[in-house]
């Protein structure tokens, strides 16, 4: 059994990772939580590169335009887009709504379209729960609204809704809904309400098939935000360990202090236990193994446990700057903090892995 990655993986995530760090610097960060609008050029060129590169047709087929790989060799990347705090929804659009279309024959040809005209994507419309995803939109007179969906501004919003009883899996573009923003903690994330008319026409499937693909769109989105966040813990730290390096006290780096170092080290065995269990969520995944529910939640709480100690030795470390605007501390703090809880925090997936456990003894 092979416990790395290959030297292919590795050198694809390598190249990614230089195109971050050119098109996702701190100063566009601080650029855009002051213009909006001002970096949309800016965002453009980087998911460009992005795709130019075939990262966000990963997933796809390729005989749809896509490379055709796996979630191993996407993991990576949505680590690697943690670490600048990558605006754009590299990890919704091509682990988890890109990654699922593929599966489904019936959206074929809108997978390509989407491809081809470099189309970002999110997903919205259910919670995550222990037992069963509680959907969450709601329909008044024909008009479907989904609360709280990050990245409400995509170009595709794949989106849930209960119909008599029934579930069902929506394809809406951007031109067909209305947004109502929603105050957000990271505003590069875009939460927002959705305004949107179901229809045959964006019906993609329904009943036991979206049931299906439904809970296998969760376990996607809460693997690829254990992913981003394991980025998040290596960006904190790194800024910290930076800033206590050069921060002086008492005519010494406050490095130097051995609480300081015990706090960072803390930190950072949290964040190497979490990542081979993202790794592994995403291998069982790839091969489609009977355990995905158990690895997802592992991996997904051990990386929010490890991103809260990060935020918290982090913010501690800086000390009364540490969240201020003028420190890019904040821009992976904040982030962080919101994907922590999102598709469930740490204490549901535990419990949701005592559940699973009690449940094969039985």
């Known amino acids: 059994m092979r416990f790395s990655f290959t030297d292919e993986q590795l050198s694809f995530r390598s190249a990614v990772a230089d195109v971050l760090s050119d098109w996702c610097t701190p100063a566009d960060l601080h650029a855009r939580y002051v213009e909006l609008d001002a970096q949309a050029g800016r965002s ?15 997933l796809v087929p390729e005989h749809l335009g896509g490379l055709g790989l796996t979630d191993l060799d996407l993991i990576g990347i949505a680590e690697e887009a943690g670490v600048v705090v990558l605006p754009e929804p590299l990890a919704t659009t ?21 491809v081809e005209g ?11 729960g222990a037992e069963r ?17 990050a990245h409400c501004h ?3 919003l794949l989106l849930v809704i209960v119909v008599d009883g ?3 899996l929506h394809l809406v573009e951007q031109a067909d809904v209305t947004v109502e923003a929603t105050p957000a903690l990271d505003l590069t994330r875009e939460l927002g309400t959705i305004h949107w008319r179901p229809s045959e026409g964006t019906l993609l499937s329904s009943a036991v098939e979206a049931d299906q693909l439904v809970e296998h769109l969760v376990e996607r989105s809460a693997l690829y935000a254990a992913a ?23 005519g010494v780096p406050v490095g130097s202090f051995q609480a300081v170092k015990h706090h960072l080290a803390g930190a950072r065995v949290r964040l190497e236990f979490a990542r081979p269990a993202v790794y592994r969520a995403a291998y069982t995944l790839a091969q489609g193994e009977p355990t995905l529910a158990h690895d997802v939640s592992m991996a997904k709480s051990l990386a929010a446990d490890a991103a809260d100690e990060a935020a918290r030795v982090s913010l501690q470390c800086h000390g009364a700057i540490g969240y201020t605007y003028e420190y890019d501390l904040h821009f992976a703090m904040k982030r962080a903090w919101g994907l922590s809880a999102a598709w469930g925090d740490a204490r549901s997936h535990r419990a949701r892995i005592l559940d699973l456990v009690v449940e094969a003894r039985s």
């Open 44 to 58: 453009h060129g980087r998911w460009n590169a992005l795709a130019g590169l075939g990262v966000t047709g990963l």
């Open 94 to 114: 091509s682990g988890v709504v890109f990654g699922t279309l593929g599966r489904l024959p019936a959206a074929s040809e809108r997978l390509a379209a989407a």
């Open 166 to 168: 029934a579930t069902e």
């Open 133 to 149: 995803h509680r959907v969450t939109t709601t329909l008044t007179a024909g008009i479907a609204s989904t609360p709280r969906v």
């Open 228 to 250: 981003e966040l394991l980025g998040l813990c290596q960006a904190m730290l790194s800024l910290t360990s930076s800033y206590v390096t050069e921060r002086k006290q008492f």
């Open 154 to 156: 995509a170009d595709l």
């Open 118 to 128: 470099l189309s970002t994507a999110t997903f919205g419309g259910v919670d995550f």
